[in-house]
């Protein structure tokens, strides 16, 4: 089954009088349960392309299918609710609320869906244990570590069951050593049944994905399965 | 859908209260405006609400059916030093007056001074003596404590009888037992024949209705005109209130008659009434509510600016936040909420602020006026801050909520 279907996609900013074309003609389906890799150089249109898929933005040209709703169709409020529902970002720089402790953050999302508090709160907990927080449910953002608030985000994502999980290297803000525990927490993620979507400009990261699309100017350079995948184990 | 608007209310009104005490100094230099516009529009209704309060009391004690054919008048446009240039109202007027007018229920002759009155050691200072004839009793709606009014012989002959107020005998004769006492008014000696009822009047400036001294008009004369005015005033009460247009007419042509004026000259003499001290009292109430009203629109809107600023600075800041808030599925319409729940809280929080100042202001406010501050003050104080809140607020959220996600994410 297919979560999403792009065709012929493509977005030009403008800036001045010249046209950026950050992506060209591109056609991708993604499918359950799958784990993408997304890789270019600098530029080529990696994040334009995610909050493309994450409806955080619109297409110049192409449609975009969602669960094979056309997304292109829907208003301001719709694109909401399916953020909310559908989609988990993680972002590098974690994006956490800095004010609020971790629980309130992992809870944000069930709040605008509109689930009462002890359910909420019950949620928001379950998935700080699954990211391996249990310990720190009180702390506020800089109370803690990267890794640890890339759990919380990771967390954030994870609470609201969404269709597919959206990570715009999640590990570039981290040394590699923290960026592997992260690894190892978006592959127990992915064996659980979730899809994944993952940017990353390092080699080893992708080889953890089962499939890796590459980008050029705006254009996919290749899309192709991960032969020698590498499956990270807790030791 | 209520429910999750409810959520979305919860969650913004944290976010609010977390924004506002995170940023203490910022919040209180913003709320200042509000709290000052509050004070004065809560200040300001209780002193005019006091001023009524008093002035309603005073006034009635002056009764709605009594003309008081005078010398000066209370409020007019005719300048006082003509007024000063006009002929003294005399005895002689007020005994011609007292025969020709026919439609007066009754009319009296006041001459006052203000005097010491003493009691052996008890004294007390500026009391207002009265000097009158027995008719005056029907000009007024006495009503006594202890003895009676003084008669037409004691008042013809000049007898040296008193009829005191109750404010009066409270402080000179503190057992009750003033009947018959001797006081001294002046340095001159007085019989008390006659306690009045309290008029549970309040005091209107320095005029306290209970605390005043009935004496036969030729004692006046005789011991304190020096002191007085030179002219009397003649108290005319109408038959009913309805007749008081009627009887003026009457008076002021029967006045022309005795000072015989002629037909193109000015009256010499004013005929002043309750009713146009009411008049004047409003326009003077006009003028202090719009210039409180303007004060305080003047500092909401200055306010409000304020507000407006700061929550276009809030939303800068937390750009981020909101383009955070957006990917995580908030829709414009919670990003707007939240932003507006922001203003309106700080503008509450001020608007209590001045509501507790304003109170304390009127305790103090208590002590020359009676008031308090009422409930529809609070409600008028609460709502005008809220307004204030949700006015100030509209554009800062509005530009919020309308932000690109995608940009958002991006401001450094
Ligand atoms: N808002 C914008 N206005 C103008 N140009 C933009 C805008 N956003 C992106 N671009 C341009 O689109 C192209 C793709 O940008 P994008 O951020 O998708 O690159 P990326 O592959 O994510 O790069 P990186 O690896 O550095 O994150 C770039 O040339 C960028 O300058
Ligand atoms: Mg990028």
């Known amino acids: ?235 | 859908m209520n429910k999750h608007f409810f959520f979305e209310f919860k969650e913004g009104f944290i976010i609010a209260i977390t924004a506002i005490f995170s940023n203490k100094i910022r919040s209180i230099l913003t709320m200042l405006g509000i709290v000052i516009g509050i004070t004065s529009v809560v200040t300001m209704s209780t002193a005019i609400r006091g001023i009524d309060n008093s002035f309603q009391e005073g006034i009635s004690s002056l009764g709605t059916d009594v003309l008081y054919i005078d010398k000066w008048a209370w409020f007019s446009n005719v300048e006082w030093w003509k007024m000063r240039n006009r002929k003294s109202i005399t005895m002689e007027d007020y005994d011609k007056f007292r025969s020709m007018a026919q439609l007066p229920l009754a009319s009296a002759p006041v001459a006052n001074t203000g005097q010491r009155v003493k009691h052996k050691e008890k004294y007390i200072d500026r009391v207002i003596i009265n000097g009158s004839t027995a008719d005056y009793l029907k000009t007024t709606n006495f009503t006594f404590s202890m003895g009676r009014f003084y008669s037409e012989i004691e008042s013809k002959s000049s007898r040296y009888v008193a009829v005191i107020g109750s404010e009066v005998a409270k402080n000179l004769f503190p057992l009750g037992d003033a009947l018959d006492k001797e006081i001294k008014v002046g340095g001159v000696a007085f019989r008390v024949i006659g306690v009045l009822e309290e008029q549970g009047s309040i005091i209107l400036g320095n005029f306290n209705p209970d605390n005043q001294v009935f004496v036969p008009i030729g004692t006046i004369f005789k011991h304190f005109m020096g002191q007085s005015f030179g002219s009397v005033t003649i108290n005319v009460r109408a038959v009913s209130p309805a007749l008081v247009e009627e009887t003026k007419v009457e008076a002021q042509s029967v006045m022309r008659k005795i000072r015989g004026l002629g037909y193109q000259e000015p009256d010499d003499f004013s005929i002043n009434q309750q009713e146009g001290l009411m008049e004047q009292y409003n326009q003077v109430v006009g003028v202090i509510q719009i210039a409180g009203i303007f004060i305080t629109s003047l500092s909401l809107f200055v306010g409000a600016i304020g507000i407006m600023n700061i929550m276009f600075v809030s939303v800068r800041e937390r750009t981020r936040e909101i383009g955070v808030r957006k990917a995580i599925g908030a829709t414009r319409k919670t990003i707007l909420l939240q932003f507006l729940l922001e203003s309106s809280t700080i503008c509450l929080i001020g608007g209590f602020i001045g509501l507790l100042f304003a109170v304390i202001l009127s305790q103090v406010i208590d002590r020359f006026l009676p008031t308090s501050v009422q409930y529809d003050a609070v409600f008028l104080a609460i709502g005008i801050s809220l307004i204030t809140g949700i006015v100030a607020g509209l554009a800062p959220a509005y530009t919020a909520a309308k932000l690109d996600p995608v940009e958002a994410l991006r401001y450094e």
């Open chain 1, 1 to 235: 089954m297919n979560i999403i279907t792009i065709e012929n996609i493509s977005k030009v900013y403008k800036v001045g009088d010249t046209e950026v074309h950050a992506l060209r003609d591109v056609s991708l389906t993604i499918n359950k349960n799958e784990y993408v890799a997304i890789m270019g150089p600098s530029g080529s249109g990696k994040s334009t392309l995610m909050n493309m898929l994450g409806c955080l933005d619109t297409p110049s040209n192409g449609r975009y299918e969602f669960k094979n709703k056309n997304v292109s169709a829907m208003t301001d409020n719709e694109l909401a609710a399916i953020r909310n529902r559908e989609i988990g970002f993680v972002f590098q720089t974690f994006n956490l609320l800095s004010r609020s402790n971790a629980l309130h953050n992992v809870e944000l999302p069930l709040i605008y869906s509109g689930i009462s508090g002890a359910e909420r709160k019950d949620r928001a907990r379950k998935a700080l244990v699954d990211v391996g927080l249990e310990e720190r449910i009180h702390h506020k953002p800089n109370e803690l570590s990267g890794g640890q608030r890339q759990r919380v985000a990771i967390a954030r994502a994870l609470v609201t069951n969404p269709s597919i999980i959206l990570a715009d290297e999640p590990t570039g803000n981290l040394d590699s050593k923290t960026g592997e525990e992260i690894m190892i927490l978006f592959n127990q993620i992915h064996q659980t049944g979730n899809t994944i979507i993952l940017v990353t400009h390092e080699e080893y990261i992708a080889k953890h994905a089962d499939r890796i699309i590459r980008l050029k100017d705006g254009y996919v350079h290749s899309d192709e399965k991960v032969l020698d995948r590498y499956i990270p184990t807790i030791n």
